[in-house]
């Protein structure tokens, strides 16, 4: 839908629309004067049909009437004198000589005796007793023929004369050339198809009737228009496709010397990376020398920018040498430090000095491990791994321990996590008074430390130092009022976490915030 959306407000659909308006009024006005010229040519064409139906009607007519006089002369004759072979073969050259083809004549009497007519046997339609019936012609749609019947004047004796299908279409052919058309002649509720071509079916038609000069028959031409084909119809909407046209070859100008260019363009420019000098020429070839030196202008921008890119990471690589430097000394001063209390505790002689400078010692050894795999982990800048921190400390712990706990267990149980250094240190503090508060409350036990992510919290983790040497007790509680009390709840506001401690399992537990 957004997709959609975008390519509905696109400027080249918008430029089309605009066109496609702009160009409606011409277009509407070509369509209307086709429209009159087809209109025009209908007009012209019922014209002449109703031309052609008029002259079928009138011709057919006279051939009825001229050989109706004829079958009335010959019957009134044999009616008056009897049979003449003589007369009958008159009648046949008269008949013949309208080139009838498959026409038929017969004459008869009162009692069904033929006293004249044609070799061929009489098509059937007619049978005896409607021979003297009133109506002059009929239409047989069974034997597809037409009869034309003259009765004497004493009503004696009737001539009937037979005309098919193929001597009707001669006789109604019309004089002009008109294609796809259709012959039929009606009486009542009889009808004689007399022509249909094979390509009538279907389509659009207009019929026209005349009436002959026997009361009771039409004669209906039905003109079929010619098939709707693809010239056809593209004759017809010759101004409307025109319209279009023009419209979708404006459309197609102005997309491709212009909103083309513009969007490949932009394609280009947001596909950018800090560093890369842009060539946007280079794909996109356009008469436009606007968009040319606009694309000219981006290229100079990105050259430019790439050689302050370069300058700021020459800029920063020193800056890391001198950081990389600054930690590098940071850590050989600590390790002086470490190296001079060491040297000072070994000369002391008193009990209380000697566990003075070692207290001393340990805490500069957790910041010494904290700056150490501080340094390891600044070229990755993933920040200080929790797991190294934590077993190195304890090795450290353990190794500075008084000799009654040298034998202090530590079990370390952590996820793989990474702290920044303003955590690390705090943590490293904490880690370091709670080993050694358990050290001197009961230095044959051990502890156990844990660092897991909090549930649902990715950013979050829990440190939980457990052992029974923490327990609740009056000798503990005297050693946390005296020092560690306060110095555990200075950790833990730099930690910014409240440090919970369950006195009845010995476990300490704060949050401390973790590297993503």
């Known amino acids: 839908m957004r997709r959609l959306n975008a390519v509905i407000q696109s400027t080249g659909v918008k430029m ?3 066109l496609t308006l702009a160009l409606l009024p011409l277009g509407l006005i070509a369509l209307v004067a086709s429209l009159q010229a087809i209109r025009t040519t209908d007009l ?9 139906v008029t002259q079928s009607a009138r011709k057919l007519s006279a051939d009825l009437a001229s050989d109706r006089m004829a079958l009335m002369l010959t019957a009134n004759t044999f009616a008056a004198t009897g049979p003449d072979a003589s007369m009958c073969e008159r009648l046949a050259v008269f008949l013949s000589s309208h080139d ?86 009606h009486q009542g509720g009889r009808q004689l198809l007399i022509t249909r071509p094979a390509a009538l079916s279907g389509g659009r038609s207009t019929a026209l009737s005349a009436r002959l000069d026997p009361a009771g028959i039409t004669l209906t031409m039905i003109l079929r228009d010619p098939p709707v084909t693809l010239a056809r119809m593209l004759s017809l909407f010759l101004p409307l496709v025109m319209w279009f046209a023009a419209a979708a070859i404006g459309w197609f100008v102005v997309n491709r010397l212009l909103i083309r260019p513009l969007v490949l363009l932009r394609r280009t420019v947001a596909a950018y990376q800090p560093g890369e000098v842009l060539e946007p020429m280079r794909r996109i070839r356009t008469p436009a020398q606007e968009i040319v030196a606009l694309g000219n202008t981006f290229r100079e921008i990105s050259e430019d920018v790439a050689t302050h890119e370069a300058e700021m990471a020459e800029g920063l690589e020193t800056q890391r040498k001198l950081t990389r430097e600054v930690h590098h000394r940071v850590k050989n001063n600590l390790q002086i430090i470490a190296s001079l209390i060491n040297l000072h505790a070994r000369s002391a002689h008193d009990a209380e000095a000697v566990e003075a400078y070692a207290t001393i010692q340990r805490r500069v050894d957790a910041l010494s491990v904290v700056h150490r795999n501080h340094y390891a982990e600044l070229e990755e800048n993933h920040g200080v791994g929790v797991r190294s921190l934590i077993s190195e400390l304890s090795a450290s712990l353990r190794g500075t321990a008084p000799a009654e706990a040298r034998r202090f267990g530590i079990q370390i149980e952590s996820d ?85 401690h369950d006195p009845e399992t010995g476990d300490y537990a704060i949050a401390i915030t973790v590297l993503p």
Request: net charge positive; hydrophobic share 40%; proline share 6%.
């Open 16 to 18: 089309f629309l605009i």
């Open 44 to 52: 012209e064409k019922e014209a002449l049909l109703r031309v052609a």
């Open 100 to 185: 009838r083809g498959g026409g038929r004549y017969y004459i008869y009497d009162r009692g069904g005796r033929r006293l004249c007519g044609a070799s061929a046997p009489e098509p059937e339609g007619v049978p005896p007793a409607q021979r003297f019936a009133r109506e002059s012609a009929q239409l047989l749609p069974r034997s597809q023929y037409l009869v034309s019947r003259a009765v004497s004047n004493d009503g004696r004796v009737v001539a009937l004369a037979y005309y098919s299908r193929a001597l009707l279409e001669a006789i109604t052919s019309p004089a002009g050339a008109l294609q796809n058309r259709q012959i039929t002649l």
């Open 416 to 500: 793989n996590l990474h702290i920044s250094q303003d955590v690390a240190v705090p943590v490293a503090f904490l880690l370091t008074e709670l080993v050694e508060l358990a050290m001197l409350s009961d230095p044959r036990t051990a502890m156990r430390i844990a660092v897991q992510l909090e549930e649902g919290r990715h950013e979050r983790a829990i440190l939980h130092i457990a052992s029974p040497a923490l327990r609740g007790s009056p000798e503990m509680t005297g050693r946390l009022e005296e020092r560690y009390g306060r110095v555990l709840t200075g950790l833990s506001r730099q930690l910014r976490a409240p440090l919970e």
